[in-house]
């Protein structure tokens, strides 16, 4: 997943969706969305955005760090 911590305002519940992730031959490649209707503010319900806070300070994540972070496959 190419969610960032840049990505998350989570005062005002929202995720910002600016890029895409694939695994392309056992890659993670991480690009634009196809269109421009990809690149998106979506909503998060008010226990989305308190676990992610959560998450984040467990993890002591931040700035452009991935919220997800995992290794490679």
Do not use: W
Not at 32 to 55: C, Y
């Amino acid at each position: 997943m190419a969610l960032r911590c840049s990505d998350l305002n989570l005062l005002r519940r929202t995720v910002q969706v600016e890029r895409t992730a694939a695994y392309v031959r056992s890659r993670l490649v991480v690009g634009p969305p196809k269109t421009s209707a990809g690149v998106r503010s979506v909503p998060i319900p008010a226990q989305v955005a308190e676990n992610l806070d959560q998450h984040l300070q467990r993890l002591d994540l931040g700035g452009e760090a991935l919220v997800f972070p995992s290794a490679e496959r």
